[in-house]
């Protein structure tokens, strides 16, 4: 069994992303394996972290939007951890097509012969994995050493323990002595970089399975200071349908990426 988390600031200007969230997942096409229910964590707002009086946000040293993305995704994960099933995290301005559950219980199954401690990033970002390497994988995963942006990842109960583990004894270490250094990076950014302390697997789908409707202009930001535009159904086709094939050919020509990718599956 898996479920869906979806990370949502509960303000009115938000509310149009929620009720496209909700009908895009009564689209989606059933799947056996998913409990048919969308757990939503509206925690660590942007008003609270503002105020920072508790001593969790006084952990992180970044802009009030970075700590409530932070922290959300921090009970995101504590909530995967608690309840011991696989864990898609989404967020409240992604786009996904109707097959998303189907492609996600094939990754969840392709993943649990490699690692119990999966992190797996479903999400399109322009640096992808090389075309030539892409065509060789046949569980559709290649492991990295860098996570891409968290708008929609599955992790598995394990993974998210460790995850949040590591995020607990480090507020604890920032709470009892002033010499250590708070958070000051996002919730990718702290994957990326600590992915090794925590000893969890990073992994990339092949295929993309979610962009952002911020990213796209479907949604306004106030986070990344993006404007809704008129034309974001055609920039969502193109990121769906045109732009990973056209990455995956550039990025077989990037040395940089390539030395991301620790394994193909």
């Not at 009908?23 to 048919?36: R, Y």
């Not at 045109?242 to 990718?261: A, G, Y």
Request: hydrophobic share 40%; aromatic share 12%.
């Amino acid at each position: 069994m898996f479920q869906i988390i979806c990370i949502h600031e509960d303000r009115d200007e938000y509310k149009q992303r929620k009720i496209g969230f909700e009908k895009q997942i009564s689209n989606l096409v059933s799947s056996k394996n998913f409990n048919n229910k969308v757990k939503y964590i509206t925690s660590y707002s942007a008003s609270d972290c503002k105020e920072n009086k508790s001593d969790i946000l006084k952990a992180h040293s970044g802009s009030a939007g970075v700590k409530s993305c932070f922290f959300k995704h921090y009970d995101a994960l504590k909530y995967i951890a608690k309840t011991k099933q696989v864990g898609l995290i989404l967020e409240d301005d992604s786009i996904f097509k109707s097959n998303l559950l189907i492609k996600c219980e094939e990754l969840i199954e392709n993943v649990k012969t490699i690692s119990p401690n999966f992190h797996i990033n479903i999400e399109f970002i322009s640096y992808d994995v090389p075309l030539d390497l892409a065509l060789k994988s046949q569980k559709k995963l290649v492991r990295s050493n860098v996570t891409k942006r968290l708008g929609g990842y599955l992790v598995s109960p394990l993974a998210a323990f460790k995850i949040v583990t590591f995020v607990d004894e480090w507020i604890e270490k920032v709470k009892t002595n002033k010499s250590v250094a708070k958070f000051d990076i996002a919730s990718d950014a702290l994957i990326t970089r600590y992915w090794k302390e925590m000893k969890i697997d990073v992994f990339w789908s092949i295929e993309t399975l979610v962009i952002q409707g911020s990213k796209t202009g479907r949604y306004s930001s106030d986070l990344s200071n993006r404007k809704r535009k008129i034309f974001y159904r055609l920039k969502e086709f193109i990121l769906f349908n045109i732009l990973p094939f056209t990455d995956k050919t550039v990025c077989m020509f990037r040395k940089e990426i390539r030395n991301k990718i620790l394994e193909v599956y």
